[in-house]
């Protein structure tokens, strides 16, 4: 038997964190929420996310997709995704497709990338609850494997991603 106790500590409430935040960083009042939303309204991680530059990198991802798909080119993420510093943006795209089906299910309030949201419409417009899942699935799977297979060629396993997502796109 252990004599271990636990502990949980919750982050603090978004009006705190956006005090907390308001005194360490100073960017567009706006972001504070959203990034605080991203980060799980932990507020040391949504300043780490500023400071790392992420913020700009998850701007600059999500414009490329943005353009990519409208541009019907979906492969050229492959530069953008191969990078194996930057595999976290994974994470950021499964958060995109998650919040495009809180959007076909009219969950707004619980959607996270609120700074999306012509995306995560333009996304749950062009497809259905299933694709949407789906797609997200094989992502994550994509995620697994690149974070769990050592040696594992990255830039082909994020190609037969973008494959799949592009066959998935192109049906509708």
Request: glycine share 2%; net charge positive.
């Amino acid at each position: 038997m252990s004599r271990c106790i636990t502990y949980n500590l919750f982050p603090p409430s978004e009006q705190e964190g956006v005090e907390w935040l308001k005194k360490n960083i100073t960017i567009k009042k706006e972001l504070y929420p959203i990034s605080l939303k991203i980060c799980d309204y932990s507020p040391i991680i949504a300043k780490k996310m500023f400071v790392e530059l992420n913020w700009e990198k998850r701007i600059k991802l999500f414009t490329q997709l943005k353009q990519s798909i409208h541009n019907k080119n979906i492969l050229q993420l492959v530069t953008h995704l191969s990078n194996s510093n930057d595999i976290k943006k994974i994470i950021w795209i499964c958060s995109l497709l998650l919040d495009s089906i809180k959007w076909k299910h009219k969950l707004y309030s619980l959607i996270i990338n609120i700074d999306q949201i012509d995306l995560i419409k333009f996304l749950s417009c062009k497809q259905s609850i299933t694709n949407l899942n789906q797609t997200m699935k094989s992502w994550i799977k994509c995620y697994y494997n690149l974070i769990n297979i050592d040696g594992i060629n990255q830039e082909l396993i994020i190609l037969e991603q973008l494959l799949y997502w592009k066959e998935i796109l192109n049906t509708f």
